[in-house]
């Protein structure tokens, strides 16, 4: 197999779907993996979000109130966020939903999202060149026998995200058009 490049593997876990309507960030996890697939840095927190985590988000990720109250703000780290992905490849499962938050968390800084070169979605992966019954990251994560376990937290699903990517491209070695 070709050596996979190097990407900032993401997820952010929310108090919601939809940030235009004052959801915000409570858990971000960024992992920094080599070509080598070698852990280089990571960055893991939990949000304040500044608002209620609503008890049926608690419910799907286990995060509560108590968690985040003496939390970063997103502003107290955006920052280190900017400067962790500028210039990086982002690896991240459903990435319009993430990107969605971060510019959001962003813009409500006063910043730009951070340029980036480029983004490998495993949900439009498995969308667009296999065919998965549900392409949901533990249906696909379940399809290829790896551990789900910590499943809706940042930091597990960023790495899960990246598990099932080394997954898609063992089974097309040769055929990797999600990569530009």
Known sequence: MNSLPSVVALD???????????????EISLIEIAENETVIDKFSSFI????????????????????????????????????????????????????QFLEAEFNRCGMDFPKITG?????????????FPRNSLSRIAEHYNLNTSGL?????????????YREFCKERPQDRPWEK
């Open 12 to 26: 952010v876990e929310t108090t919601g779907l939809n940030p235009c309507n004052g959801d915000r960030i409570v």
């Open 48 to 99: 304040n979000p500044d608002r209620e985590i609503p008890a049926e988000v608690c419910c799907i990720n286990g995060i509560t109130g108590d968690m985040v109250k003496t939390a970063p703000y997103f502003r107290d780290v955006a920052l280190a966020i900017f400067r962790f992905i500028e210039n990086k490849t982002l690896l991240i499962h459903n990435a319009d939903f993430d990107r």
């Open 119 to 131: 983004i490998i979605d495993t949900l439009a992966i498995a969308r667009n060149y296999f065919n």
């Open 152 to 164: 809706h937290r940042a930091e597990a699903d960023a790495m899960l995200a990246y598990r099932i």
